[in-house]
């Protein structure tokens, strides 16, 4: 604020109708002056004011935008983590059924090896006994076993086949 004690000493002192205006004239200058500059300021914290304003609305709308954003992630995860639940379950569950698969075709191997194989002496076409370079009947064995059972064999083995390349693409 202007130092209004020395304005008023100066009108006060003034003899002068001259000295009274120019001293009346200082002063009000004077406080004039100081209520621009102060008008000046308030225009300058306004502005301030509303830019920090619009910068905290600014802020709470990325907040809520990041917020929003991060809640799809957690959702998107969490259905992830589902997917991943299920495919290991899936998984486990083709194990399973290549375990019991394969003991399947283990039992079936098992049973005809050990109630149909042979060993016997090996023959040609003509019946006649194959013989190895020094003159010894080759010995070898052989499964007899009915068509049912091969057929079955083989399609279970095709299966299994199926089962184990499906399981190498996942």
Known sequence: MAAISTYLSRIKSAVLGEEVRGSIHDAIKAINDENVTVL????????????????????????????????????????????????????????????????????????????????????????????????RNIIGKVVLAEAGNIEALTKRVASLEIIIKTMATK
């Open 40 to 135: 000046q300021n308030c225009t300058t914290a306004q502005n301030t004011a509303e830019t920090a304003r619009d910068g905290a609305v600014t802020a709470k709308k990325a907040a809520e935008i990041a917020k929003a954003d991060a809640d799809a992630a957690k959702k998107a995860a969490n259905v992830s983590e589902g997917n991943a639940a299920k495919s290991a379950q899936t998984a486990k569950t083709a194990e399973d059924n290549i375990d019991s698969k394969i003991a399947v075709v283990t039992e079936v191997k098992d049973n005809l090896m050990s109630s149909y194989q042979i060993t016997d002496n090996l023959l040609d076409s003509s019946g006649d006994t194959l013989q190895d370079s020094s003159g």
